[in-house]
T-cell receptor, first 108, second 113 residues
Framework: QKEVEQDPGPLSVPEGAIVSLNCTYSNSAFQYFMWYRQYSRKGPELLMYTYSSGNKEDGRFTAQVDKSSKYISLFIRDSQPSDSATYLCAMRDYKLSFGAGTTVTVRA | GAGVSQTPSNKVTEKGKYVELRCDPISGHTALYWYRQSLGQGPEFLIYFQGTGAADDSGLPNDRFFAVRPEGSVSTLKIQRTERGDSAVYLC???????????FGPGTRLTVL
């Protein structure tokens, strides 16, 4: 079993829809939780960063962490075609452990 | 300022050959990481440098893989006797310290024929 599980999708939604992404993990020592966005043939770029449990909002993006369930989520509101990318959850002690990534397509 | 840069962007080699992949981190970042990303997968940790020393090389798959960072800045990942299974995108990331945000380079796409 992988340390971080993420449904690879793909996920296709119409423009303006809410995109819901999630990951589960097994290592209870993880304290830092991140979402990275990766465009084709590019390196991952940090989108959201959360320490421990709770919610964090940044514009159209909301990240949630539930450590008791070992479950993290990312919500994208009012999705745009420019949001089409692969979204990777990641968590760490110091090195990052990534999920497989979910490929999202937002249709205009 | 400049981000993390990696060269070459693409490398095609033949099975059994030796390759070197270079990473130039963000200036002032003391921590440097190498990850490997296979098609359809998330990046997997290979090795972590704090300064010049490899603080954790537990992700290196076998002794054909080796990395150095002699002056605490640029790092080189070296792969001997390449195998087709080594084909992947090799990503480098750097951060100020071990608990700070990691910034990724664009990666080197390695293809072993």
């Amino acid at each position: 079993q992988k340390e971080v599980e993420q449904d690879p999708g793909p996920l296709s939604v119409p423009e303006g829809a809410i995109v819901s992404l999630n990951c589960t993990y097994s290592n209870s020592a993880f304290q830092y939780f991140m979402w990275y966005r990766q465009y084709s043939r590019k390196g991952p770029e940090l989108l959201m960063y959360t320490y421990s449990s709770g919610n964090k909002e940044d514009g159209r993006f909301t990240a949630q962490v539930d450590k008791s369930s070992k479950y993290i989520s990312l919500f994208i509101r009012d999705s745009q075609p420019s949001d089409s990318a692969t979204y990777l959850c990641a968590m760490r002690d110091y090195k990052l452990s990534f999920g497989a990534g979910t490929t999202v397509t937002v249709r205009a | 300022g400049a981000g993390v840069s990696q060269t070459p962007s693409n490398k095609v080699t033949e099975k059994g050959k030796y390759v070197e992949l270079r990473c130039d981190p963000i200036s002032g970042h003391t921590a440097l990481y190498w990850y490997r990303q296979s098609l359809g997968q998330g990046p997997e940790f290979l090795i972590y440098f704090q300064g010049t020393g490899a603080a954790d090389d537990s992700g290196l798959p076998n002794d054909r893989f080796f990395a150095v960072r002699p002056e605490g800045s640029v790092s080189t990942l070296k792969i001997q006797r390449t195998e087709r299974g080594d084909s992947a995108v090799y990503l480098c990331a750097s951060s100020y310290g071990a608990t700070d945000t990691q910034y990724f380079g664009p990666g080197t796409r390695l293809t072993v024929l």
